[in-house]
Every structure is written in structure tokens, then in C-alpha cells.
């Protein structure tokens, strides 16, 4: 098992671009999130999915969609980038709500 | 949303010592909670968990410890080793949803 995997690891924008980050499980799990970790704030969800077909809103999604097509892809779309989405983004699975999260190698996004 | 706390952003600790690290938890209707280790770079990787029934719980070489009176949680780590150099988090989740929050994070060096 590959476990969470997320590309690009790098990107740099400019304000106003849009783009997708990727984010792919293959252990078959229900459960997948999205985060943002920024220096001394700890990691704040983004977008939530108990399921394909299902997504929910976390802690700070505004300027960003998800959808949840498939069990295995959970893609984050940013639709006008802007410099305060500068952040280290990850991307977070699990079978169960009763287990803890994995978690992928995150991309790191910097907006100019 | 919530307030996950650490007592102290830095902790030092020689090579062989034990380490105790402290996370202070705000809502008392959270019923399950998580240690994480990031390592630089990379992802936060499960730790231990423990659900609000308990008040301990042992894995190797690290306890968790919760005290919902005064809604706080540590992590102890024996005879601590120079790959437990990382940051550590504590999460918390209500129980009420599937939404996961972190603290800010303890970075945790160990001198050899």
C-alpha cells in the first residue's frame, strides 16, 4: 500500500490562479480530510468526507472546494489563490470515525 | 472552533530521560483524543490514542495520560532517543462529528 499520497509537493502561484491539489488513499478508507498547517497555529481542517458523495465544511474553508467522486480521491481545488493560502497542506484518510488519521507527505503551496 | 493548548512550545531533554509533554483540552463533550509526532517534512504520524473512558493508556516506550476533570492530557515518552526529536501534537475530537482539532504543537529536542 502506497497509503496517502499528495501532489504536487511543491507549488508556488500567483494571486489569482487557481489550481488543484491531489490527494489519493488506496487502503480503502471512508474517511478523508484536508488541512492547512500554518507556523504556530497548529493543523486547521479545511474540508471534510465521511464518504463518496459526502463532504463537509471544517474550520476555515473559504476559497476552497472539494468533491468526492470516488472512495480513493479527494481532491482540494483553491479557486482564486491568494497570498494568505501560503500554507503547508495535508491531506488525511481513515477507515473508521472510531481511528486515528493517516496522513500524507503534504504540499507545500506558497502564493505570490 | 476549539482550543487545544500545549503548556510548553519548547522541550529539551537528555538523551535516556524521560519526557513529559502537556496538552490542555477546552470541551468537555470531546471523547477521543490523539498524540501525533511530525517530523520535519514530513506528515504528522500517529502516536497513541485514547478514548475518554480511560484515563491511561501504554504502547512502547510511550503513556498517555488523561485527566477530564481538569481537561488535560499528556504524553510520556521513556528513556527518550534521538529519533524522538520532532514536533508532537494533541488532538482532541467532540463527540458529536468527525471533525478533529490540533494544538499548536510541542517541539521536543533531544540532547545526546
Not at chain 1, 509537493?9 to 490527494?23: A, E, P, R, Y
Not at chain 2, 503548556?7 to 509533554?21: A, C, F, K, M, R
Not at chain 2, 488523561?66 to 534521538?82: D, F
Request: hydrophobic share 30%; charged share 15%; with cysteine.
Amino acid at each position: 500500500n502506497a497509503g496517502v499520497t499528495q501532489t504536487p509537493k511543491f507549488q508556488v502561484l500567483k494571486t489569482g490562479q487557481s489550481m488543484t491539489l491531489q490527494c489519493a488513499q488506496d487502503m480503502n478508507h471512508e474517511y478523508m480530510s484536508w488541512y492547512r498547517q500554518d507556523p504556530g497555529m497548529g493543523l486547521r481542517l479545511i474540508h471534510y468526507s465521511v464518504g463518496a458523495g459526502i463532504t463537509d465544511q471544517g474550520e476555515v474553508p473559504n476559497g476552497y472546494n472539494v468533491s468526492r467522486s470516488t472512495t480513493e480521491d479527494f481532491p482540494l481545488r483553491l479557486l482564486s489563490a491568494a497570498p494568505s493560502q501560503t500554507s503547508v497542506y495535508f491531506c488525511a484518510s481513515t477507515k473508521d470515525r472510531g481511528l486515528g488519521y493517516t496522513f500524507g507527505s503534504g504540499t507545500r503551496l506558497t502564493v505570490v | 472552533g476549539e482550543s487545544v493548548g500545549l503548556h510548553l512550545p519548547t522541550l529539551s531533554v537528555q538523551e535516556g530521560d524521560n519526557s513529559i509533554i502537556n496538552c490542555a483540552y477546552s470541551n468537555s463533550a470531546s471523547d477521543y483524543f490523539i498524540w501525533y509526532k511530525q517530523e520535519s517534512g514530513k506528515g504528522p504520524q500517529f502516536i497513541i490514542d485514547i478514548r475518554s473512558n480511560m484515563d491511561k493508556r501504554q504502547g512502547q516506550r510511550v503513556t498517555v495520560l488523561l485527566n477530564k476533570t481538569v481537561k488535560h492530557l499528556s504524553l510520556q515518552i521513556a528513556a527518550t532517543q534521538p529519533g524522538d526529536s520532532a514536533v508532537y501534537f494533541c488532538a482532541e475530537r467532540l463527540n458529536t462529528g468527525n471533525q478533529f482539532y490540533f494544538g499548536t504543537g510541542t517541539s521536543l529536542t533531544v540532547i545526546p
